[in-house]
């Protein structure tokens, strides 16, 4: 296994109390494999990703349990220099606001160049060949001249495109996409994502990709896990996923989505608001908003029941809500 | 459909922003061209969708329809009087008819006010709608419509949801039963299973009041959803306008066709198989339009017309107004 994530527990310990964030959240991504985590904001889709990179801000956050491993090997416990080192050359990371993300008061070749300095030794010269390189394949164009532009010069397209060629110049064994489209245009997000797929087919990179995009799930991921409240309560690949949703939050947010393809009419809704992860509710968190819960609900946390071909979803009823009628 | 009769009339609306340089001396050296000659119509009860990408000027066409910012040139008639030229008592009138809902919903209402304050507030500046002693019910009934706790007029916007907060942005623009309301980005800051709630209370509310809706938006499925007619923008122009049936489904110009193509759908079995059309760069800067027709740097079927000529918003071949040389249908939606 290339990078799993193993009963990940993690708590924000604020003024107002204790923030359970991550509650026991179990992933994994082989090499050339697309891992989709899919879910709505405070769902810890991108906190699981900041645990794995260790990058959470502590205090406030704090990781109670679990494990996370890079090629088996245990990174929660290990040095600073060793994760630095994974961080470096094993699991990138490209965010959702390139803007911010990027230097403002360097080029975006010099952010580049500096860890092919640092990390592989490389000189100046041969550090600017390769971020021309670099560029050139995420296809900036006039790579050669636009090396020595600074971030805000820029469009947001090319800042992204800066961005993925900054996490692929260490070689990276796994690519971490937390909303990389989300802050595009619908025509350049499509650009992006297809520089994606191609880069990890070519390289054979395992590449998570955090999104709430239902659509972007589906043209991409070859397996996806859905996020509710700190929790997986789903996971498949994508086909049957999309075919038969194993979980009612899952089914919920297929029906509530406005479709391309017809005009419709009333658009199912999920009612209530997911919980404030300082009061989560007993038993299943999606209890309160499920159109199918029953007394058992709300007193015993569902645990995942499998569904063949790999498939788990992590509610009391999964096996009548797969093979109910299609959503 | 029936034919409705045109509440509010747009006709070669412009709007440029002088971009200027230096500070003692400041002087104009061009002109943001965000809106550049756009017209449509909206008649009774019917919801109009405007799409684009950023930049396209779907957002200062908003503005200036709500007299937020003076126009450049060009007319806009509602129920057949000039908008533009109402002064005094004749423009506090028709601030009444047409109403905005922002996409922000945390930035756009006043923090240190209570939401009955917030919705309340209209009626200060137009008391002859609601008599001061009928207020406070007024208030509960729009909480009430919106779907909010009546009870709740007393709290904060902090202490309220996303959706919930849209909700209070809604029910302000609704105090004053107006005819139109432009609604800017309503839904694009929401989750997926809060933005259907919202989707639906618009369309609710449509059918109880006869509103008309100016609905813009970037999302092409939100958009298809609520409206009956579309425009789409590029650069400050409306490429093609049609009903929802005609743009989704017989697409005419290449940008249209382009922007249905890049959104993804939400099924996996109809990877590979989709018609895809992937545009090359950004668009380019509102500043310096390419010249002739605007799509034309970034198109597949441009010629040497396309940078001479601009082409006309008209209807070639009977079909809906596309504005292309060479318009033809290409159906991209599965």
Known sequence: MLLEVEDLHVEFRTRDGVARVLNGVSYHVSAGETLAVLGESGSGKSVTAQAIMGILDTPPAFVTRGSVRFHGEELLSASADRRRAVRASGVAMIFQDALSALNPVFTVGFQIEEQLRVRRGMSRADARARAVELLDLVRIPLARQRVRDYPHQFSGGMRQRAMIAMSLALDPEVLIADEPTTALDVTVQAQIMDLLAEIQRERQMGLILITHDLGVVAEVADRIVVMYAGRIVEHADAVSLFRSPGHPYTSALMRSLPRLDSKGTALETIRGLPPSLLRIPPGCPFHPRCSRAEDICASHVPSAVRLGFGRTSACHFAEEVVGGPRG | ?334
């Open chain 2, 1 to 334: 459909m029936v034919p409705v009769a045109e509440l509010l009339e747009v006709v070669d609306l412009v709007k440029h922003f002088p971009v200027t340089r230096g500070v003692a001396f400041r002087r104009t050296v061009g002109q943001v061209r965000a809106v550049d000659g756009v017209s449509f119509t909206l008649g009774a009860g019917e919801t109009l969708g405007v799409v684009g990408e950023s930049g396209c000027g779907k957002s200062t066409l908003a503005q200036v329809l709500m007299r937020l910012e003076p126009p450049t040139s060009g007319a806009a008639y509602f129920e057949g009087e000039p908008m533009f030229s109402l002064r005094g008592a004749a423009l506090r009138r028709w601030r009444r008819e047409m109403q905005i809902v922002l996409q922000d919903p945390y930035t756009s209402l006043n923090p240190r006010m209570t939401v009955g304050d917030i919705v309340g507030e209209p009626f200060e500046i137009h008391p002859e709608v609601a008599p001061k002693a009928s207020r406070a019910g007024r208030v509960r009934e729009l909480l009430d419509v919106v779907g909010l706790n009546p009870e709740h007029l007393n709290r904060y916007p902090h202490q309220f949801s996303g959706g919930q907060r849209q909700r209070i942005g809604i029910a302000r623009a609704l105090a004053l039963k107006p005819k139109v309301i432009v609604c800017d980005e309503p839904v694009s800051a929401l989750d997926v299973s809060i933005q259907a709630q919202v989707m639906n209370l618009l369309a609710e509310l449509q059918g109880e009041f006869g509103l008309s809706y100016v609905f813009i938006a970037h999302d092409l499925s939100v958009v298809r959803h609520l409206s009956d007619r579309v425009a789409v923008m590029y650069l400050g122009k409306v490429v093609e306008i049609g009903t929802e049936e005609q743009i989704y489904r017989h697409p005419t110009h290449p940008y249209t066709q382009a922007l249905l193509s890049a959104v993804p759908v939400a099924d996996p079995a109809l990877r590979g198989r989709r018609d895809v059309i992937r545009l090359t760069g950004d668009v380019p800067s509102p500043v310096n339009p390419p010249s002739g027709c605007r799509f034309r740097t970034r198109c597949w079927k441009a010629q040497d017309v396309c940078a001479t000529e601009e082409p006309a918003l008209i209807s070639r071949d009977g079909g809906h107004p596309s504005a292309c040389h060479f318009a033809e249908e290409r159906s991209v939606v599965p």
